[in-house]
């Protein structure tokens, strides 16, 4: 392994870097749609570069644009490299911007390659012998190893000196351009010798010499004994002209007038204001979170400098109050009396609504003009502090008023641990995160310091920076008041702030404004409640329902060890690779990223058609997730006060607007089997009353008829028609009456793969049948319900055209993949783009239905 020197020159490829970061994962865009993924690469690299050479000098080179002297010596040069993508040119100047802006110098010269400038940087300083450090991914690079120049790839974290080069290519660094002459390149279009590759090249090279010595000598080549090596001094004679090419075009040219010196290599001091507007508009939320932070720690901090504390570029500027005596509480009171909107928040001592005892409130009434309200901090030496029962008898008139309008972030949660003091929250006018949410459900996320950050440009104080982290956490009421105060305060302030700046957004879209007050605003009480209410379990039913599970899983083991031949942890994913596909010698059906057989569900679906053990699998994953996520752990979850199982609904989660369940997911107990079913009858009502589940027939395809206005469709709908085998007479040419229960299955598959945006091949796959056979029956679809096809390419246009579909209401997903390069994120965003809308006004039909709390509990819980 190469040692890799203290303080070198560091030289960075960055047009190498730039293109190899453009096609790695991840592939982000920002809420503009704009491509970010490949700046996020280079600058990732730049600050892991920063923090392990920590520099006082390197250099970031670009290719200038334009043609170079290569040009002019071949014009075939790189005529086989395609145009730079689009989205791949949009993001040169903001990475270059970035750049600049850690304070790294950038260079790009015009007639030459970034390569040239690099070789001739670092020769210069060899010559000087000062250690040299290139960060490339280039392989034409190793040309420049010597004794003070070592290369370096921060995407593979590997190093290279001269000994290295040897190991990787089988020659030392002097021979690298003879070796990449030989050889050519098809991306540069060098041409090189025709038929000569790594094997060949390096027994010339290792048997002869370079490309002089060989051409000096071809008939010497032909002993060598390699497959070719007899009509190699032909080529080489026919091909002189083409290697000696070939030689000069793979040679990096270590002459170029730079113009520039040591000096002005020099790192120098990051610009953080700069840096902060970059990450905003970027949306690198971590690294703006970093750029905000009161002292300068990151990887572009000054090298050699102690830690300078540095004030936010975004400061909030606030005047916050500690109430302690009920003069100082007469005073707020008055304030927020007469408020015309009053910022509120909770502190507790759990987030568990359910167990969460009131610790303190923040209030605020205008930007900047905020105050914590201690009731019951109950450390060593706590302060003096007005008594809970009293403050809440106080506010309980104000909290309760309609006509008083409040705001806050996640008031679901304020408004269940106030009702557990007999205060039912009313007024709840305005939702910091639901107005987020119903913006852009994909621009970030909801919680208060995503959202400073992303709409404020600053940096909250988090709870683990006043509580700690881990098993020391400690609880609210435990925190000193000096430290607890400032943090609550400034809770009520950013959420202030943050609703006029989201609320100036929505009123310039009124269907979002009015989604936001008629669909999700009234849901924050209506979801409270029915959180609070909970439900009931039979546990004694549950958990003589675990004991069989668990029986059964044992079976369903021993049955596995049996069909493999020897014991194994079935929960192993490598341990069942091994069984699968080296023992057992299965097909392998799909690799993980790492390139082993991947034992994915989906790939165990499809072996068990043929295959005892995959099916035997299956069942036992199925069986051993429905008892550690149900049958075990439900029983634990009864909250004791209400003899009741409580989850938390979750509004501002999904993109589509669908809801979501946390602690315990009860949307996801299967139904289409016995065993989850069983899991199901173990909910129950209390006594003299019943459950009652509401469901929509079809409702997503009756969107679909609606969006699209088929003919077909409506009338199918209008009549009463099962849906399904309307469409199976309708595809297969038959009359309703003789449909057969294959074919309306084979329609009903196709009725919802079309609503996914499934293809021909997932047809036929789901089917089993010719993808031939499948794309026959789709085009029959589109034959005989022309406007789905319609619909489909209308709204994909839309959205090409927009970033954006609709659902009916006016709620949006933002797919700003839509108009990628990348032929598989595309097909995604456009597949999405069809679907979105309709699972999206399911979504919102359900919400509208908010009055019947049944209706939707049950939707919950599908």
Known sequence: MATLPDQPLVLVDGSSYLYRAYYAP?????????????????????????????????VVVFDAKGKTFRDDIYKEYKANRPSMPDDLRSQIAPLHAVIKAMGLPLVAIEGVEADDVIGTLAKQA??????????????????????????????????????????KFGVPPELIIDYLALMGDK????????????????????????????????????????????????????????ARLSYLLATIKCDVEVGFSMDDMLRTEEDKDALIKLFGELEFKRWLSEALSPSSNSAAAEPNAEAEVVAPAVELKGEYETILTKQQFEEWFERLNSAELIAIDTETTSLNYMQAELVGLSFAVEAGKAAYLPVAHDYLDAPEQLERDWVLAQLKPLLEDPNKAKVGQNLKYDASVLARYDISLKGIKYDTMLESYVLNSTITRHDMDSLSLQYLQHKTIKFEDIAG?????????????????????????????????????????????????????????VLSQTERQGVRIDSQRLAQHSLSLGERIDGLEKQAHELAGEPFNLGSPKQLQTILFEKMELPVIKKTPKGAPSTAEEVLQELALDYSLPKVILEYRSLSKLKSTYTDKLPKMVEPSSGRVHTSYHQAVTATGRFSSTDPNLQNIPIRHEEGRKVRQAFVPADGYKLVAIDYSQIELRIMAHLSQD???????????????????????????????????????INFGLIYGMSAFGLAKQLGIARADAQNYMNRYFERYPAVLDYMDSTRDFCQEHGYVETLFGRRLYLPEINSRNGMRKKAAERAAVNAPMQGTAADIIKKSNDCCCSMARYSTQ
């Open 26 to 58: 991840p592939h982000l865009t920002n809420s503009k749609g704009e491509a970010t993924g490949a700046v996020y690469g280079v600058v990732n690299m730049l600050r892991s570069l920063l923090k392990q050479f920590k520099p006082e000098h390197i």
């Open 187 to 242: 991306v540069d279009n060098i041409p090189g010798l025709p038929g000569v590759g790594e094997k060949t090249a390096l027994a010339m090279l290792q048997g002869i010499g370079g490309v002089d010595d060989l051409l000096a000598d071809p008939d010497a080549v032909a002993p060598l004994g390699f497959r070719g090596s007899k009509t190699m001094p032909k080529k080489l004679r026919e091909h002189a002209e083409d």
């Open 469 to 525: 982290k881990g098993a020391k956490q400690l609880t609210f009421n435990h925190i000193e008041l000096e430290t607890a105060a400032p943090y609550a305060a400034e809770d009520a302030d950013v959420t202030l702030r943050l609703h006029q700046t989201l609320w100036a957004k929505l009123e310039k879209e009124p269907k979002l404004k009015s989604l936001f007050e008629e669909v999700e605003l009234p849901l924050v009480s």
């Open 126 to 167: 060899s010559a000087e012998n000062k250690a040299v450090v290139i960060s490339t991914g280039d392989k034409d690079m190793a040309q420049l190893v010597d004794e003070n120049i070592t290369l370096i790839n921060t995407m593979t974290d590997t190093v290279m000196d001269r000994a290295g080069v040897i190991d």
């Open 711 to 749: 003919a077909g469709l409506l009338k199918a709908f209008a009549a009463g028609e099962d849906i399904h085998k309307a469409t199976a007479a309708e595809v297969f040419g038959k009359e309703l009456e003789a449909v057969s229960g294959d074919e309306r299955r084979s329609a009903k598959a």
